[in-house]
């Protein structure tokens, strides 16, 4: 099974046949195989950005950005911060167990990263 060019629908259209819906199915069917196991939340960030992850997986790839502290913070604001080991010139790995606050399904963001990704090994 390969990717297809998805149908496209507007206000009012009746052609919704199986076969066009299969179509969507198929493509939803390939995502899934190619992207199965990997964490999609993939960010490259600018000076000065965020990034939001929800916790899904163990480990944190990540890169700082140069003259910026890399750290982790609680979006609510009630938990403190974790500050991350610099790493400028090379990609270093957080183990976010160390995180008391987070637990799985919840959110945090990135802060002071050119890079982070969520990966389910170090």
Not at 85 to 102: C, G, I, Q, T
């Amino acid at each position: 099974m390969a990717w297809t060019i998805s149908p496209r629908w507007a206000h009012g259209d009746t052609n919704v046949s199986a076969a066009r819906m299969n179509i969507l199915s198929d493509n939803e069917a390939f995502l899934f195989g190619a992207l199965q196991g990997m964490h999609t939340a993939l960010k490259p960030m600018g000076t000065g950005e965020e990034a939001q992850f929800v916790n899904v997986w163990r480990w944190l790839h990540y890169q700082t950005r140069a003259g910026e502290q890399g750290s982790i913070k609680d979006p609510s604001g009630v938990n403190p911060d974790v500050q991350l080991d610099s790493s400028e010139s090379a990609m270093a790995v957080y183990d976010l167990a160390n995180v008391d606050w987070l637990t799985q399904g919840q959110a945090y963001r990135a802060t002071g990263l050119s890079f982070a990704a969520e990966d389910f090994e170090a």
